[in-house]
């Protein structure tokens, strides 16, 4: 309830962004479309976003601060010889004035590589950064998370010129607790490689970043005539995913900026779990044909709070405040609370689930519109100021109101 002071700054502090409501790390995630350093058009965050138009395959999560973990790759600059490094099949091998020569014997056309196994927690994302320079034919960095075989993310690098040292970054989505990465020769043919290697490093990204692998379901980045940055939801197949959640408490706090564009049919603007009505402890931000935008909570029985008569086009900063124990669901709508439901949920934490973005489960109830940011947060309530504070913070992003 809002009344339950847990705010991380004064009810009368200014809206300086959601980066407090994260402060002692409680889960939840925090998209911002309008940073155009958290978007990218490939899942490998490779390709940033640098235009309108462009769509989006990576959105990076603010929550933990975008600051990348303890690093993970044993021996990087080498400087303990091949410590941690093991060659692959026909790899020659070596350190020459600290950097890593590895050679193809070139008798067939395996390539030549040196691996490392690299400790993940699958869901997790990664990035990888190290320097090669491709003396003969042409060195590749990849990570595979079942052996040392080539696939996975990969990044090739074409010898330029006399030579000269490139940085490759890539980043990785854990799919097991162990990822192999590995520095390859890719031969062009039968004849020897000579790739170098230097300055390896493997670090986490933590948050829950979310992805959409499929290139025809994307969202775009559009920017709207007050220069508001924005993930603009076709309403037929556009969605994004991110990792699974895990709560471990039974209140939320829901902030989106939005504009929907159809009132057609129910569409799902973001939820906790694929959604159903079997689906126990999760949340759900909707907008219904009613017209109406839908905040619903469930611990093991479900409760909504709704606004009638927002009918399309409609821009909102839409606020779902869920406490299962305290059997409240509440709905604010620009600023004002709209709606509360005191129906029973029942019991129980939210669950661990991933986060749907624009479509229920990625497969239903797509959303037609645009979405300016998302807030989540898994917590103790907020107390009004605060509330109110984020909800200020995130209607900048939107202008609804």
Request: glycine share 12%; aromatic share 8%.
């Amino acid at each position: 309830m809002l009344g339950v002071s847990t705010s991380v700054y004064a009810s009368n502090s200014p809206p300086i962004g959601p980066a407090g409501l994260f402060a002692m790390a409680e889960p939840g995630v925090w998209y911002d479309p309008s940073d155009l350093t958290t978007l990218y058009q490939d899942t490998a965050a490779r390709v940033p976003v640098t235009a309108v138009g462009q769509t989006v395959a990576l959105m990076l999560d603010k929550s933990r601060g975008l600051m990348l973990g303890s690093e993970l790759a044993v021996n990087g600059d080498f400087s303990d010889g091949l410590t941690g490094w093991s060659p692959g099949v026909e790899s020659v091998l070596s350190v020459v004035g600290g950097q890593l020569v590895v050679t193809d014997e070139g008798t067939d056309s395996t390539s030549a590589r040196a691996y490392q196994i690299i400790p993940t927690v699958a869901g997790r994302t990664y990035t990888v950064s190290v320097d090669v320079l491709a003396d003969v034919g042409r060195g590749q960095v990849a990570v595979n998370g079942s052996n040392f075989n080539i696939g996975g993310s990969i990044v090739t690098v074409q010898p330029v010129g006399t030579g000269s040292m490139t940085n490759v970054t890539l980043s990785f989505l854990a799919v097991s607790t162990t990822s192999y990465l590995i520095l390859d020769t890719r031969s062009p043919s039968l004849t020897a490689s000579v790739v170098i290697f230097d300055n390896v490093s493997v670090r986490e990204l933590p948050g829950a970043h979310a992805v959409q692998a499929t290139t025809t379901a994307r969202p775009i980045y559009q920017v709207d005539g007050e220069g508001r940055g924005y993930l603009s939801f076709d309403g037929v197949d556009d969605a994004m995913l991110s990792p699974v959640v895990t709560p471990g408490t039974d209140k939320t706090q829901v902030f989106a900026g939005v504009r929907k564009l159809s009132d057609a049919a129910v569409s799902v603007i973001l939820e906790h779990s694929a959604g159903s009505a079997f689906n126990d402890g999760r949340f759900s931000l909707a907008s219904t044909t009613n017209p109406a935008w839908q905040f619903l909570s469930e611990g093991t029985e479900p409760a909504s709070a709704a606004l009638v008569a927002t009918a399309a086009p409609y821009t909102a900063v839409l606020t779902g405040l869920g406490d299962i124990s305290a059997d409240s669901s509440i709905l604010r709508v620009n600023g004002s609370q709209s709606n509360q439901s005191s129906v029973e949920q029942g019991s129980g934490n939210y669950l661990p689930y991933s986060l749907y973005i624009g479509r229920r489960g990625g497969a239903s109830f797509p959303f037609s519109g645009n979405i300016y940011g998302v807030v989540v947060r898994f917590g103790a309530n907020l107390d009004a100021g605060v509330v109110a504070a984020t909800e200020s913070w995130m209607n900048q992003k939107t202008g609804a109101y």
